[in-house]
């Protein structure tokens, strides 16, 4: 079963933040998070991830509570393009594979 | 950065033949690769861990004997459905771990079994 928490949908207005919230309450000291979107009919596309720190990118911002119990990725001015399901995946290092829960549907709006 | 590729992109089979699904990351070696299902508006679930030069992983309910994974090279991972049935139809994609725990996907590979 997935780690993580994340509502099923959610819309945002063209050129407007989107922060996608998601639960990771029983992430343990070494697992990192890590947030992907799927574009329809294509693969995962890496975001970014970070382990307690707050992490930024081109794409978007990760702020981490200071518990690591919750995340929310931030697309600072989203597009059209940024239509997608958004997935939040908690994984340790090296070899372990990822379990995806059923993300979060962001449909960007006009 | 890391790419993953696949081919085909998407195939139509007949059911009761065999189809090859090729993995390849293009700029980096991946000792394991993983593959996953997608089936129409649901999540990805993983089927097998490839691991370079040595016998795959397989999850709980995926048959081995049907999905055949080869980890050949480096660089280089292939799923085989045999005997394909009209179930077997699905979205199969496939990722690589490379650097620093990042996990690159590939396209993905549409399976249509008719």
């Known amino acids: 079963d997935a780690k993580t928490t994340q509502p099923p949908s959610m819309d945002c207005a063209e050129g407007r933040a989107a922060n996608l919230p998601c639960n990771h309450s029983t992430i343990s000291g070494n697992e990192y998070v890590y947030w992907y979107r799927q574009i329809h009919s294509q693969g995962p596309q890496y975001i970014i991830h970070?382990?307690?720190n707050n992490e930024t990118n081109e794409m978007a911002s990760l702020i981490i509570t200071e518990d690591r119990k919750s995340s929310t990725l931030i697309l600072p001015h989203a597009t059209l393009r940024d239509t997608a399901v958004y997935y939040c995946i908690v994984s340790g290092e090296g070899g372990q594979n990822f379990v995806f829960g059923p993300g979060t549907r962001l449909s960007v709006l006009p | 950065g890391a790419v993953v590729s696949q081919h085909p992109s998407w195939v139509i089979c007949k059911s009761g033949t065999s189809v090859k699904i090729e993995c390849r990351s293009l700029d980096f070696q991946a000792t394991t690769m993983f593959w996953y299902r997608q089936f129409p508006k649901q999540s990805l679930m993983l089927m097998a861990t490839s691991n370079e030069g040595s016998k795959a992983t397989y999850e709980q309910g995926v048959e081995k004997d049907k999905f055949l994974i080869n980890h050949a090279s480096l660089t280089l991972s292939t799923l085989t459905v045999t005997s394909a049935h009209p179930e077997d139809s699905s979205f199969y994609i496939c990722s690589a771990r490379g650097s620093r725990d990042k996990e690159v996907f590939g396209p993905g590979t549409r399976l249509t079994v008719t």
């Open positions: 970070g382990l307690k």
